[in-house]
């Protein structure tokens, strides 16, 4: 559904990834790991068009994406981004209602589609985002992805900052929406072991390359990844 064919970016001479081709077949979760600095946030803004590639290209179902990250997001590419980045100062439903791309049209069947899959948010929407638990808002930066109606959703370290059993909800949250709507997912983290457990494929990004690749069941069971990657 999307792929990357030997992309390359980088910020004058630095170089934030080198060729790297990945596979995001629709229906499954793709998961990219990699440490701090191994260009894991460069290759999401490759894809929703918020930084420009060097070399290499973008298909997305079969065709070359418009260049303007809106337009992306029109074509079902959306981001959930590093810190979430939800609007403290609004409250649960304002934050809903600025990411509707059609306004106000058929805001109502999308916000009860979206309380039904996330009650406590329905409980919640006249309270300030700023004021949610960091599970709460990585909750609602899911449900804003999905007021896009998008194809495939990109999670950018969605475990970050979080306690671990809040990490173990927000990881079984991705698994529901991939389940219950049939959702894409490119989920990039640094929380390997949960990451691999989750996903149905797995690359591994070191210094803006990929080192490995595999089925994710395959590469959790193989001694050397756990040796370098799993703490084992
Ligand atoms: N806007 C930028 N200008 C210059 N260098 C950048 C910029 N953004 C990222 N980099 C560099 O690119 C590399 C990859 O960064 P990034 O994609 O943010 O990695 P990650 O998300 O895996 O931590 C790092 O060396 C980083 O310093
Ligand atoms: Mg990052």
């Avoid at 179902?61 to 981004?81: A, C, D, F, N, Y």
């Amino acid at each position: 559904m999307l792929s990357l064919k030997n992309v390359s970016v980088s910020y004058g001479y630095v170089t934030a990834l080198q060729d790297i081709s990945i596979e995001v077949p629709k229906g499954k979760i793709v998961c990219v790991i990699g440490s701090n600095g191994a260009g894991k946030t460069s290759l999401l803004n490759a894809i929703s068009g918020l930084v420009k590639i060097k070399s290499g290209e973008i298909l997305f179902e079969g065709e070359k994406l418009p260049p303007q990250s809106h337009h992306r997001v029109r074509k079902g590419i959306v981001q959930v981004p590093e810190g979430r980045k939800i609007f403290a100062g609004l409250t649960v439903e304002e934050n809903l209602v600025i990411a509707d791309p059609k306004g106000y049209k058929g805001l109502k069947e999308k916000q009860d589609e979206i309380y039904n899959l996330f009650p406590i948010l329905g409980q919640r929407k006249h309270q300030q985002a700023g004021t949610l638990s960091g599970g709460e808002q990585q909750m609602l930066a899911v449900a804003r992805a999905l007021m896009a109606n998008p194809k495939v959703i990109m999670f950018d370290e969605p475990s970050m900052g979080l306690a671990p059993v809040i990490v173990k909800q927000v990881f079984k949250l991705i698994k529901t929406i991939n389940e219950q709507q049939n959702m894409t997912i490119l989920l990039i983290e640094q929380n390997a072991k949960q990451a691999m457990a989750l996903s149905d494929y797995c690359y591994v990004l070191e210094n803006g390359i990929i080192k490995t690749e595999g089925d994710s069941k395959e590469l959790l069971n193989n001694p050397n990844i756990q040796k370098a990657y799993l703490g084992a």
